[in-house]
Structure formats: structure tokens, C-alpha cells
């Protein structure tokens, strides 16, 4: 079935350190692929989301792109802040029933 | 737009107690979502909805019944709770399959003891 793995945490990095949190997927289809945030105490928020194989998905200077050929989809943003500091999830949408697929979740803790 | 709203934010039960956990919606969607977040985990689809009167399993129903009798309110029902029950619940709506997003709301933070 349709399943998704992602980088296991925690992560910590210092503030202005770049971030890459790995994503990879199998699907049968050709799915969606988005990436939520948790930030602490509330639900999930959608960060960005690609919709086909080389879509670049981009927000808040986040970015994370479609491969299709490596069934990938990493999170990756230059220069974090102390803000980001949340947990971060990879999920896929195959289309057919509506259902999505998450992610474990890879915590970020970004220090001063 | 309030967006996905549910109610209560905190609950403790004792085992075997009852109680439902409401989700409501004001965006017209279709498609609605339960899932369950365990500590350091992911989210688990509990069980989902394509529209009022259909209804769904997904991964982990057992212990759980749903109900969608208006497009706007999708309750989740715990039946004689259980310490494994323990969890944060989220609700979820969608506006479509594919490549629309999941909205979702605060959570409920349920503690069986």
C-alpha cells in the first residue's frame, strides 16, 4: 500500500544553519505530496505541497521538490530560525477514496 | 470562517467510560478525517468520510464508531475506553480528493485512566 518515510529526529541546529529534513514515498499512483507543520499545542498546518513529478512546492522559504525517479520529496530551507522550531510531516494523497498518508514526523529545534 | 472546530479540548475518562468527541466544519467539504497522534508518532486514520451518510474504516477503527449525518458534523464515538486509547485526536476536512489540503483542527487531548 501507499506509505511514506521520513528522516527520523530530533533535529537541532543553530539559528542561519540550512535544513533538510529527508522524505521518500511509494505510492501506486501518481500522488500529491505535501508537507504539514505542528507547531507545539496545534493542529497540523500545510506548509507546501506539489502536485506533479518536478513541481516545486515553496513557503516561508521552505522548499521541497517532486523526483519523481527517486520517489522523494525533502523539505529543505537555507537558513532557519528559531521560529521553525516544530515537528514537520510528509504526507501523500493517492486520490482515489481521499484518504493521505503521513509521515512519522521529524522534530526541529532550532537554537539562538 | 472558523474552520474545523472541535470540542472538548481536554478530556480524562475512566476505563470503560463513554463519550464523543465532535468535529465540525464551516467550509461545505465533503471529505472528513479522525485520525490519532501517540506520543512520537504519526497521525493513524481512525476513520474517515466522503460525504453525509458514508463512512469509512481506515487504519485503526476498532474501539471507535463514526457518524456523518450532515456534511458539517463528523463525531467520533469511544465505546468502553481503554488505557490504549490514550491520544490527541484530530478532525480534518478536505475539499476534494488529490491534491487539495487537509485542514485540521486544534486536537483533543483524551486520557484514559
Known amino acids: 500500500g501507499d506509505s511514506v518515510t521520513q528522516m527520523e529526529g530530533p533535529v537541532t541546529l543553530s539559528e542561519e544553519a540550512f535544513l533538510t529534513i529527508n522524505c521518500t514515498y511509494t505510492a501506486t499512483g501518481y500522488p500529491s505530496l505535501f508537507w504539514y507543520v505542528q507547531y507545539p499545542g496545534e493542529g497540523l498546518q500545510l506548509l507546501l505541497k506539489a502536485t506533479k513529478a518536478d513541481d516545486k512546492g515553496s513557503n516561508k522559504g521552505f522548499e521541497a521538490t517532486y523526483r519523481k525517479e527517486t520517489t522523494s520529496f525533502h523539505l529543505e530551507k537555507g537558513s532557519v530560525q528559531v521560529s521553525d522550531s516544530a515537528v514537520y510531516f510528509c504526507?501523500?494523497?493517492?486520490?482515489?477514496?481521499?484518504?493521505?498518508?503521513f509521515g512519522t514526523g521529524t522534530s526541529l529545534t532550532v537554537i539562538p | 470562517n472558523a474552520g474545523v472546530t472541535q470540542t472538548p479540548k481536554f478530556r480524562i475518562l475512566k476505563i470503560g467510560q463513554s463519550m464523543t468527541l465532535q468535529c465540525t466544519q464551516d467550509m461545505n467539504h465533503n471529505y472528513m478525517y479522525w485520525y490519532r497522534q501517540d506520543p512520537g508518532m504519526g497521525l493513524k486514520l481512525i476513520y474517515y468520510s466522503v460525504g453525509a451518510g458514508i463512512t469509512d474504516k481506515g487504519e485503526v477503527p476498532n474501539g471507535y464508531n463514526v457518524s456523518r449525518s450532515t456534511t458539517e458534523d463528523f463525531p467520533l464515538r469511544l465505546e468502553l475506553a481503554a488505557p490504549s486509547q490514550t491520544s490527541v485526536y484530530f478532525c480534518a476536512s478536505n475539499e476534494g480528493q488529490g491534491s487539495y489540503e487537509q485542514y485540521f483542527g486544534p486536537g483533543t487531548r483524551l486520557t484514559v485512566t
Open positions: 504526507a501523500l494523497s493517492d486520490g482515489p477514496g481521499g484518504q493521505f498518508y
